[in-house]
């Protein structure tokens, strides 16, 4: 184990061990797949102390989130109002409170995988992260972040610091169901988050962005044969056209946890579900998290 009293002393640590180092938070992940014995560590870095990667703030029409964050404290925050309230729709469901108490953002991000809460969210927000080493730092988004299953593009020698997007304006929706086995505590049979952008006037869609923690492969991906079914249309006028072309466009497969015909028709609920509610916040109702 090797405890980093600073930044600079994680970064020059990485940079000089770059083979068999895994990095850890609060473990609620990574230690369960040490005791599953798919991974073995040869080193372990522990990120707890560095207190400058936990926060979530506002700045020049962005909200970054540190990477140490957990989620307790990202829907804690004011900075996550009444127009986050996606996030709040994710803990409701993400675990119990020893789950959600350590759970970190940036560790949600770097594990990688279709039970990765979070994912769907952060790509209909289109964010980035922000990615740090010795050398400097570079931004990618997490639509090309998250490369495959368990895998990113995060180099040996780099650290993930930050997560961020665009704030959401006034015409502006974000979204997120989850189904599993039970209501809490669960990893996703189907999870969706759904970003909308409406023409209060017209009824017209400007924008629709959606993601599944699974859409053609094992990752959590963006949907976009559906989103241009529904861009420049009236969400009432398309709703089940939009629905249909889902169906077509997932392809989801059976597991020892459910078959592929339920994740389908569980996928059309949710999404529709998910639509509605973004329509139903843009409307002005309150919606009860």
């Known amino acids: 184990m090797f405890v980093p009293e600073n930044v600079g002393d994680l970064l020059q640590f990485l940079d000089t061990h770059q083979t068999g180092v895994h990095l850890i938070a609060n473990g609620t992940d990574l230690i369960n797949r040490i005791q599953r014995k798919q991974i073995t560590p040869k080193t372990l870095v522990d990120l707890t102390g560095l207190h400058e990667f936990n926060y979530v703030k506002k700045e020049n029409g962005m909200v970054k989130i540190g990477a140490l964050t957990t989620v307790s404290e990202l829907i804690a925050s004011p900075i996550i109002d009444q127009r986050y309230d996606v996030f709040r729709e994710v803990a409701m469901k993400f675990g119990g409170p020893s789950i959600i108490n350590m759970a970190t953002v940036g560790g949600n991000i770097c594990s990688a995988s279709s039970s990765e809460d979070l994912l769907p969210v952060l790509l209909v927000l289109e964010a980035h992260v922000r990615l740090r080493s010795i050398g400097g730092e570079r931004t990618v988004s997490v639509e090309e972040f998250v490369t495959g299953k368990r895998t990113t593009r995060l180099r040996p020698n780099e650290v993930l610091v930050e997560t961020r997007f665009p704030e959401l304006d006034v015409d502006s929706a974000c979204s997120f169901e989850k189904v599993g086995m039970r209501n809490s505590l669960i990893i996703a049979f189907v999870n969706c988050a759904v970003y909308l952008r409406l023409n209060k006037q017209s009824g017209i869609v400007d924008d629709a962005r959606i993601a599944f923690n699974r859409v053609s492969g094992k990752i959590p991906q963006r949907a976009r044969q559906t989103e241009n079914r529904l ?59």
């Open 231 to 289: 861009k420049n249309k009236k969400l009432n006028e398309v709703l089940a056209d939009t629905t249909a072309k889902l169906r077509s466009e997932l392809k989801l497969t059976s597991d020892f946890r459910v078959s592929e015909k339920y994740r389908m028709d569980v996928a059309s609920a949710i999404f529709k579900r998910a639509l509605l509610r973004c329509a139903r916040k843009l409307s002005g109702e309150k919606i009860i998290v």
